[in-house]
Nanobody, 125 residues
Framework: QVQLVESGGGLVQAGDSLGLSCAVS????????MGWFRQAPGKERGLVAH????????AYADSVKGRFTISRVNAKNTVDLQMSSLKPEDTGVYYC??????????????????WGQGTQVTVSS
């Protein structure tokens, strides 16, 4: 059984940094790619960043480019999201997701097979 567990959310001030981590468990599970998504109140869930399991392909939403960094930490079997220069508009529930097989549409929530429970990030102004 595959499980994704996010951690690291919290309340921060604008301009602060915060790191999120997604622990991936499941016997022999090796996804094609992982993604971080977020959902603000009243809005649809949207892509923040995604990374192929090999680390060879990474992409970011325009709104976070230059501020957020996604990475895979092999030793811990996690996918981390380091966020800096946070803005109030970064507030939302952050979810990690896993895709089992190859696709070119990693920006879409519908292509992901597994989801974590989410972690709240609140950025105050």
């Amino acid at each position: 059984q595959v499980q994704l567990v996010e951690s690291g959310g919290g309340l921060v001030q604008a301009g602060d940094s915060l790191g999120l981590s997604c622990a991936v468990s499941g016997r022999t599970f090796s996804p094609y790619a992982m993604g971080w998504f977020r959902q603000a109140p009243g809005k649809e869930r949207g892509l923040v960043a995604h990374i192929t399991w090999s680390g060879g392909r990474i992409a970011y939403a325009d709104s976070v480019k230059g501020r957020f960094t996604i990475s895979r930490v092999n030793a811990k079997n996690t996918v981390d999201l380091q966020m800096s220069s946070l803005k109030p508009e970064d507030t939302g529930v952050y979810y990690c997701a896993a895709r089992r097989t190859l696709t070119t549409r990693l920006e879409l929530t519908s292509v992901y097979d597994y989801w974590g429970q989410g972690t709240q990030v609140t950025v105050s102004s």
